[in-house]
């Protein structure tokens, strides 16, 4: 009886672990990914098309900063403050704040009257905003995304995935101005010309906000702050038609997780957040595959006029394992195809790391030195040569014999007559 007990009660925990583990995220789309190397690390239905909310203004503030200074004026038109909906930072008609403002307005509070004040100013018009938006999805590679405006407020046709989200949050995330901005808790906008007093803004992000009621998820059938240690970032969103929304990050240990998730109500996407970051830190770890300028190999190139060539790493690598596949780790030289002669600090092949055969990075490999084509010696001709030499010099000395016999001949013939 007391044996049937246990085994009742280990198959109710070993439930429990299943029914609370990652795969059971509440959200219906999420993916995990490394910021530095895009690694999927786990997904669920990532390529499901799903409506971004304001997870657009990612992408805006992505391409204001390209296409614009922190320290531009930009002026609120006579529209928008009295036709968006949602949220606002309150711009009045003629105002006019830095593009750094706007930005902070865009991201921290999730400003929509600062996305479409953005746009405007930056591209002349929204449509004309909106063309950029989607010219930058394509460059990015996200294949299933369209953009219809800067903010994220419903439109059937604005869509986007989990992994298209993913592939524009690493991109913003690189972006230094983006990325300090969104690790911003407050930010206040100073004066303007219409606001006789400062606006304080605070971050919708509540893996910033500290412990405290309404502030808790259930993780493992445990509460637990949603308060996340490292957090960075990154982009909350909401519509009544996109759900709950986010994008997430955080930095542990020399390595940055990013989650999107979407679909989702109020507090899930953020259960399945930490639980995304707790799977990616608890189970990855980035480690140094090799440096730069590092020796490799000797090879030998058929045709070279040296026996081997030495291989050096162009650049470092790291890459990001599972903590248990370090030991896993192979690696493997594959040459390219070039002709000689090879120019001194030519790329000559790739070093590639892989683990149980699949490639987890590479690094180009150069030779430091200059290799001619070897041009085979003409020994006949050298022979022919040398002989040659060898007669004139024997030639010659045989005429310097000759000469210096036939001046002693002279001089004494010369003593003789002078005896007589």
């Given at each position: ?6 085994l009742i009660i280990l198959l109710l925990m070993m439930t429990m672990v299943n029914t609370f583990g990652i795969d059971n995220l509440e959200c219906n789309s999420s993916i995990l990914v490394d910021s530095e190397t895009g690694k999927v690390l786990y997904s669920k239905n990532p390529d499901k ?49 830095t593009l750094e403002d706007l930005l902070h307005g865009l991201l921290i509070p999730s400003a929509n009257d600062a996305a479409d004040v953005i746009a405007i100013n ?299």
């Amino acid at each position: 009886m007391k044996k049937t007990f246990s085994l009742i009660i280990l198959l109710l925990m070993m439930t429990m672990v299943n029914t609370f583990g990652i795969d059971n995220l509440e959200c219906n789309s999420s993916i995990l990914v490394d910021s530095e190397t895009g690694k999927v690390l786990y997904s669920k239905n990532p390529d499901k098309i799903k409506f971004p909310a304001s997870l657009t203004k990612l992408m805006t503030a992505v391409v204001a900063v390209e296409n614009g200074n922190l320290d531009d004026i930009y002026t609120v038109d006579d529209e928008t403050p009295f036709t968006i909906d949602g949220s606002h930072i309150a711009l009045e008609p003629e105002e006019k704040l830095t593009l750094e403002d706007l930005l902070h307005g865009l991201l921290i509070p999730s400003a929509n009257d600062a996305a479409d004040v953005i746009a405007i100013n930056s591209a002349g018009s929204v449509e004309s905003f909106v063309e950029k938006m989607n010219e930058k999805a394509v460059e990015l590679g996200m294949t299933n995304t369209n953009f219809v405006n800067p903010h994220g407020l419903h439109d059937e046709s604005h869509y986007t995935t989990a992994s298209d989200l993913a592939k524009l949050a690493i991109y913003a995330y690189d972006n230094e101005i983006i990325r300090n901005i969104v690790n911003k808790k407050h930010y206040t906008i100073p004066i303007t010309n219409i606001k006789e007093n400062e606006r304080l803004l605070n971050t919708t992000n509540r893996l910033f906000i500290g412990t405290g009621y309404g502030n808790q998820i259930i993780i493992d059938g445990k509460y637990r702050d949603i308060k996340y240690e490292g957090a960075t970032g990154m982009k909350t969103g909401y519509t009544p038609q996109a759900g709950s929304t986010f994008i997430g990050s955080a930095e542990q240990d020399e390595l940055t997780l990013i989650t999107v998730v979407l679909d989702g109500y109020i507090t899930e996407v953020y259960s399945d957040t930490v639980k995304l970051l707790d799977y990616g830190f608890n189970n990855f770890e980035r480690i140094s595959l090799v440096e730069t300028n590092t020796y490799v190999d000797s090879v030998e190139i058929i045709g070279a006029n040296v026996n081997k060539i030495p291989l050096i790493t162009e650049n470092s690598l790291s890459s990001i394992i599972e903590k248990n596949e370090a030991s896993l780790i192979t690696s493997k030289i594959i040459m390219e195809e070039f002709t000689l002669p090879v120019k001194k600090d030519q790329s000559v092949g790739k070093y590639e790391f892989l683990v149980d055969g699949e490639v987890i990075g590479s690094v180009n490999l150069y030779t430091p030195i200059r290799i001619n084509e070897f041009k085979p010696v003409n020994t006949r001709a050298i022979v022919v040569k040398t002989v040659l030499a060898m007669v004139l010099v024997i030639v010659g000395l045989l005429l310097v014999l000759r000469f210096y016999f036939a001046i002693r001949v002279w001089n004494v013939r010369k003593t003789r007559k002078a005896k007589k």
